[in-house]
């Protein structure tokens, strides 16, 4: 069984920046689309970004395209989420996610992945 575990959030003033991180554990083959999504109170399970098996392919929600940029380090099953220009309305708890026999075409759709981190959470300031 995959687990995934985010690092890296935190309070941050607006227009500043954070990396995620997630570790994933227990991956016995390299075909796992990987991604973030978020999520506020209140508020339905939003897609951020993901990435295919090999790092490429990459989509962005319109919110953050020019501000995010996801990569992956499959030598150490790691996907990450730089983020910039932080603004409130990213205030969420981010979730990492990895979907198992992929396509190579990353999906937009939550129910679509197979494993999911407990989640890191992202509060930005005004």
């Known amino acids: 069984q995959v687990h995934l575990v985010e690092s890296g959030g935190g309070l941050v003033q607006a227009g500043g920046s954070l990396r995620l991180s997630c570790a994933a554990s227990?991956?016995?083959?390299?075909?796992?689309?990987m991604g973030w999504f978020r999520q506020a109170p209140g508020k339905e399970r939003e897609f951020v970004t993901a990435?295919?098996?090999?790092?490429?392919?990459?989509e962005y929600s319109d919110s953050v395209k020019g501000r995010f940029t996801v990569s992956r380090d499959n030598a150490k099953n790691a996907v990450y989420l730089r983020m910039n220009s932080l603004k409130p309305e990213d205030t969420a708890v981010y979730y990492c996610t990895a979907q198992q026999n992929p396509l190579s075409v990353v999906t937009r759709v939550p129910n679509e992945y197979d494993f999911w981190g407990q989640g890191t959470q992202v509060t930005v300031s005004s």
């Open positions: 227990g991956v016995s083959h390299s075909r796992l689309n």
């Open positions: 990435v295919n098996w090999s790092g490429g392919l990459p």
